[in-house]
DNA sequence: GTTCCTGCAAAAGCTTTGCAGAAGA
DNA sequence: TCTTCTGCAAAGCTTTTGCAGGAAC
């Protein structure tokens, strides 16, 4: 399933890609990645900034776009454009898609196999990428309302 | 085929849709949906406001804002974060996917149905929306580089 | 010594907000 | 008259850029 690979195998073979790429696995870069393979799942630049800002106070914001940027560059780490005005990273390169929940915020891996979609109407197209992605409300926020529901009314 | 319907009957009803909710149809609300319905594809707030700049010159990004909104919010418009940093705006509200063209810069329809997909693994969960696109270069972009290649080198 | 990395400050985009005046019912 | 709509200016947020100092090779 997406999302069980153990955080070691993921992060050492990001770091061989950086070395096969000639970039330097400084510090600063292998704290980012290491944020996006364990700590966060699909965090924003901000996100990664917070979550690093206690153990490396003199981290700054640039730094970490910097390395975002490489990282997307290399093809280690993809986009998200969920929720507008406001990029996601994902480690995760392989084909899935993703569920938003508007209630909590978390977003959700999901298992769907893309490659195959328009074919057809797409032929004769060069297909770089593929993104597939559902909003609305997962099924504990939704049986927490219920239940506040029962609570309240 | 998605996209064909002429724009007086998606302009129409839309303009009813309005009324029904008792949403004034004042001048520039209506520039801006017809913008949608006719000139423009999946444009940007900044798009429709260049492209409605000639004709009305007083007319401000504010209201294109307020009226994308409100239009959003009622369901006759959707959203689409395709780029980074960047919302465009969608008419067309049935199911259907778009491929970014990297090259030109354009946004195609994709007729594809997003009803039936992932609902086992997101069975328990609501979805309020589906999105799918693609990225890469389109048909015509590919040929004019190979038109190119063959001409220069 | 040369190249790469990093952080600061400033700037750049896009979008939102507050408010006062204008338009419409 | 009362409500809704509109535009301006300012602010907010995310991201990018230029540059100078620092680290790594």
């Given at each position: 399933m997406i999302g069980c690979d153990p955080m070691?195998?993921?992060?050492s073979r990001a770091t061989q890609q950086?070395?096969?790429?000639n970039i330097r696995l400084s510090n600063r870069r292998l704290k980012v990645l290491e944020c996006l393979c364990n700590k966060l799942d699909h965090p924003t630049a901000d996100q990664i900034f917070v979550n690093l800002?206690?153990?490396?106070?003199?981290l700054s914001k640039t730094t970490i776009y910097n390395t975002l940027h490489t990282l997307v560059?290399?093809?280690l780490v993809r986009t998200l454009n969920i929720e507008a005005n406001k990029t996601r990273y994902d480690i995760i390169t392989e084909d899935h898609g993703h569920f938003g929940c508007q209630t909590?915020?978390?977003i959700f891996n999901v298992n769907i196999e893309l490659e195959s979609l328009a074919k057809g109407e797409l032929s004769g197209f060069n297909i770089w990428e593929r993104n597939l992605y559902f909003k609305g409300i997962c099924q504990k926020c939704?049986?927490?309302?219920?239940?506040?529901?029962?609570?309240?009314?």
């Open positions: 070691n195998s993921r992060y950086l070395k096969k790429h800002h206690k153990e490396v106070p003199s560059e290399i093809g909590c915020g978390r939704l049986l927490n309302k219920n239940k506040n529901r029962e609570v309240v009314y």
